[in-house]
């Protein structure tokens, strides 16, 4: 089994053994321009061999199932939706039926965040990618140091 490993500034990763938990970190630069999913495989002083998938994201996902709907600018259609993770840099959702609109589109979100204070999230997103019933979602932009960006960030932080 392939454990996932967060590829920081600077292309470094930290890698840590499940089975004596030693950690040390390792340059992982020649990956970083790859097409596809990296898998890594690296040797434990304790002898353990490590299989680690590079998550070479921008920024921090988080994974979610926080109820919502989406506003399509376009066509004006509405849907519900099922935030699945979230970042600084976008968020995937999943729709119940065949979506009505397409990659490079432009939608209104509305959720709410599932922290104390129900934190309400009413962004616009470029339609990325669309796998099946899963849509890839980038910010359009937040207000600098708005309230969106601010509860997104402690958001994650949780």
């Not at 040797?43 to 709907?69: A, E, Q």
Request: net charge positive; charged share 25%.
């Amino acid at each position: 089994m392939s454990e996932k490993a967060f590829v920081s500034s600077g292309n470094v990763v930290t890698l840590t053994c499940p089975k004596c938990s030693k950690s040390k970190t390792a340059d992982v630069s020649k990956y970083m321009d790859h097409a596809t999913e990296v898998k890594i495989r690296a040797k434990c002083s304790c002898g353990n061999t490590l299989r680690v998938t590079l998550d070479r994201r921008k920024f921090y996902r988080k994974i979610t199932n926080l109820p919502g709907i989406y506003i399509s600018e376009k066509e004006g259609t509405r849907g519900q939706i099922t935030v699945k993770d979230l970042s600084m840099g976008g968020l995937k959702f999943k729709v119940n039926m065949k979506p009505a609109f397409s990659v490079n589109d432009k939608l209104l979100l509305e959720f709410h965040l599932d922290n104390k204070s129900r934190s309400m999230i009413r962004e616009w997103v470029i339609v990325r990618n669309i796998v099946d019933l899963e849509i890839g979602t980038k910010f359009v932009s937040f207000d600098p140091g708005g309230s969106t960006e601010q509860n997104i960030q402690f958001y994650l932080l949780e």
